[in-house]
């Protein structure tokens, strides 16, 4: 978003902050001539920004005449591919992944399950994402190759949305809850084990959280030492349907 200031240097005028009134000078002639509150350049005739009464506090921009959080800034600045945020410049969750090189089989499992734009671009978004020796070992429990799981495309693509939760839910969020909803649609379980002031996280009473709090600029990551299964079917779902917490259901309602 754009601040009346930058609106106003861009229409080659000159801003006076103290009044939070913009001044051009035009040589620009527009016919008809503009109407009050507009301004005349060489795209004609556009609106003056929209000032805010009173002006906004130090850290704080003024959009269409509303104050808003202004933007995070990062000095030196953020490389490509990166975004400036409050937590400085960070990739976004892939990048952060791939960054890490232990996450290989789930990256290649999102992009078999053409996820990989999404978990990218998308967001925010919550991950708990398993290590390669997480994902081996669930290979091994399933009987299954890679290349077996990512044949069953519907399959993998349930199992990769049951490890994403809409939002940024920090570690200090994720011990208060029981149970989060997942971006596949079911539950998983929430709880904690071990003494008191040293927990550890554990999901669906099986999987463990092994570190907490990866920052990425379209969300957090969670690592854990497993993979989660979404609840199963049985029979298994229509075509069309969706298995969520262990019932089918129709589109309409996933």
């Known amino acids: 978003q754009s601040d009346p200031q930058s609106e106003c240097e861009d229409q080659g005028g000159t801003w006076n902050a103290e009044d939070q009134t913009c001044t051009v000078t035009s040589t620009t002639n527009c016919d008809p001539a503009c109407a009050d509150g507009e301004t005349c350049t060489d795209g004609g005739c556009v609106a003056n ?4 009464e009173p002006a906004c506090a130090d850290g704080e921009v003024c959009n269409e005449g509303t104050c808003e959080a202004a933007p ?3 000095d030196p600045a953020c490389a490509d591919g990166e975004t400036c945020t409050e937590n400085g410049c960070l990739g976004n969750i892939a990048a952060v992944a791939t960054a890490a090189g232990s996450f290989t089989s ?5 992009t078999a399950a053409d996820l990989a734009g999404t978990i990218a671009d998308e967001g925010p978004f919550t991950v708990f994402a398993p290590t390669d020796d997480a994902f081996a070992a669930a290979l091994t429990a ?5 290349d077996d799981l990512a044949a ?3 399959y993998l693509t349930d199992i990769l949305l049951y490890h994403v939760v809409s939002g940024t839910v920090p570690a200090a969020d994720v011990v208060g809850l029981t149970s989060a909803t997942t971006v596949q649609g079911s539950k998983i379980t929430i709880s904690l084990t071990g003494d008191a002031g040293s927990e550890t996280v554990l999901l669906n009473d ?3 959280v092994t570190a907490t709090d990866v920052m990425a600029s379209n969300g957090i990551i969670h690592i ?3 993979v989660l299964l979404p609840p199963a079917c049985d029979p298994a779902c229509a075509d069309g349907q969706g298995c969520i917490d262990g019932t089918c259901t129709d589109p309409a309602s996933n």
């Open 206 to 208: 099986t999987v463990n």
């Open 142 to 146: 399933l009987d299954v190759t890679f």
């Open 49 to 52: 920004p929209v000032a805010c």
């Open 106 to 110: 789930l990256l290649a499992a999102l």
């Open 72 to 74: 995070p800034t990062c």
């Open 152 to 154: 069953d495309k519907a």
């Open 224 to 226: 854990i030492d497993g």
